[in-house]
């Protein structure tokens, strides 16, 4: 307890409020951002084969997928009409993209925590010959060219994980809806935000009020931003449903239209 309080003495922790510190805050901050939002990414799709024999039909398909999207895994059972079921895969595989991207998230974030670090309690000898200082732009360097090429890379993997996931593409797949007699459709394409610790004030009056717990729902659910899980998971409104899903603990909200494609 003594060295840490020697060295919380010690630190110059003025260099924080300077452009040299306040910048690797900032690349902190948004590796963090970077890594959590696609590491953590999962989705899920629902479908319905509706057969020409409706006692053959399935009318509730799940199709999950998450990092790091290596799709040519992920497969569900599909009615084939005649009474029993096949296996239908989604196509590609785009692990290396998205694994790039959080790599270099990852590392940036060790940087930018071991650089704060340096700049707080070893200011003396980061400046010492000017080695720091020239070793920590060769680095930035390095990172800032990481950043645009794996971000390039995850752009180019997130467009193919969209065309792949897209529900008239995986309906393609699907032998027993090349038939005309069978009706295929997608009732349902939504993200599934991680378990999240985050308990606000509202959450907590619902747990304790029932009658509450319902107007907290719609307090952060309003009309105006319903729960839309049927638009796809690029899109803003989708970005609202994943706030709206951790306030309301992962359950649908009041207002919850119907779940349509």
Known sequence: MD?????????QFQVVKEPLGFVKILQWV???FAFA???SYSGELQLSVDCANKTHSLLNIEVEFEYPFRLHQVYFDAPDCRGGTSKVFLLGDYSSSAEFFVTVAVF?????MGALA??????????????GPVLDFLATAVFAFMWLVSSSAWAKGLSDVKMATDPETVIKGIPSCQQKENTCKATA???????SPIRCSLVSAAQEDPM???RAQEKACPPSHPYTPGLHPSSQETLNCIYIYIICLS???PHSPPLMH
Do not use: D, M
């Open 212 to 214: 509450g717990g319902a």
């Open 3 to 11: 060295v840490v309080n020697q060295l919380v003495a010690g630190g």
């Open 251 to 253: 359950e649908p909200c």
């Open 108 to 112: 940036a974030f060790l940087y930018s």
């Open 189 to 195: 394409l939504r993200v599934r935000p991680p378990p």
């Open 30 to 32: 948004f590796a963090i």
């Open 118 to 131: 340096t700049y707080i309690f070893l200011q003396n000898k980061y400046r010492e010959n000017n080695k």
């Open 37 to 39: 939002t696609c590491g």
